[in-house]
């Protein structure tokens, strides 16, 4: 006999709580976790999230940098002793590219210049680095939270440019770290001049920085044959490796160092320019390294040791 429609049973209503917990009891969905969606307005608040904030679009973590100040202060001012002239010519606000001479088989120059400058102006630094010490396990991951990313212009156009940070990067590159102690404070040629031309793009100073004390905190005495076999810029001999092996480069002497900041180089050109002078571009940088070389001659003439300064 065909059932009328009215005799059929109505179908209970069933909450949405209780197919959830239906769902559970499926035999496709047994075994699985059902992933809680928050729906509220202060659980998808991003400020709730201490993860999000700390790292910015360039790799740098304020966590990171908070550890790692607390872990070079010590040696920074009782090892190194680092001590500043000129801090004054660094703004306080608004981009500057900061240039300065570069040494050592594992440079020092590069943490002291950033923390100095961060502990003393509390302004953050960026530093431009080769792709090198990126590739390093481990180093490389703590050098980009520590604010040290690949030097290339367009990265050094934005920070400067449109985020107004302070930029530091090392024009000599590895032709600085590589000297050896004959040619200490000699500075390298300061390659194309491919810093100045960032400046001009992002219509920023430059700021010239003398930094003395890299030179003996981690002198190369001799270099060893067979680097580019080995991938690596060079092979370095140092006073700490012959005594405690090949890791002893990465210790430096506790030599004192003394930087000297000078007045900022500016650029009657106008900004955002697809091409410049490449006369002007030379010109501007032959007339930093000169200021640079010029600055480290005299600090070396006045010190009366590598340990006292």
Not at 136 to 165: C, F, K
Not at 291 to 299: D, G, N, P, W
């Amino acid at each position: 006999m065909a059932e009328r429609p009215g005799d059929r049973p109505e179908a209970p209503v069933v909450s949405l709580a209780e197919k959830r917990h239906q769902h559970v009891d499926d035999p496709l969905t047994a075994g699985r976790e059902l992933v809680h969606v928050p729906t509220t307005e202060k659980a998808m608040a991003p400020d709730d999230d201490p993860r999000l904030g700390d790292v910015d679009e360039w790799g740098r973590s304020e966590r990171m940098r908070g550890l790692v100040r607390k872990a070079f202060d010590p040696v920074y001012r009782h090892y190194f002793r680092a001590e500043w002239e000129g801090l004054e010519h660094i703004p306080t606000d608004g981009g500057a590219l900061l240039v300065a001479n570069h040494a050592g088989a594992v440079p020092s120059d590069a943490p002291v210049i950033m923390h100095g400058i961060e502990t003393e102006l509390e302004r953050p630094v960026y530093g431009l680095a080769d792709n090198f010490f990126r590739k390093i396990p481990v180093v490389g991951t703590m050098w980009s939270r520590a604010g040290g990313l690949p030097a290339h212009p367009d990265n050094a156009y934005r920070l400067l440019h449109e985020q107004g940070q302070l930029v530091l990067v090392f024009p000599e590159g590895v032709k600085g770290t590589s000297k050896t102690i004959g040619n200490r404070y000699k500075l390298a040629r300061f390659g194309r001049g491919g810093f100045v031309e960032i400046a001009m793009r992002a219509g920023v100073p430059i700021i010239p920085i003398a930094v003395m004390g890299n030179e003996e905190a981690n002198p190369i005495l001799w270099r060893l044959p067979g680097a580019k076999m080995l991938g690596v810029p060079y092979l370095p001999v140092t006073p700490q490796s012959l005594v405690l092996g090949p890791l002893g480069t990465l210790v430096p002497l506790p030599a004192k160092f003394k930087l000297r900041v000078l007045p900022p180089v500016t650029f009657d050109v106008p900004p955002s320019q697809h091409r410049y002078s490449r006369t002007r571009i030379m010109d501007g940088s032959q007339e930093i390294q000169g200021k640079i070389q010029e600055a480290l001659y005299e600090m070396v003439a006045e010190r009366r040791n590598w340990w006292g300064g």
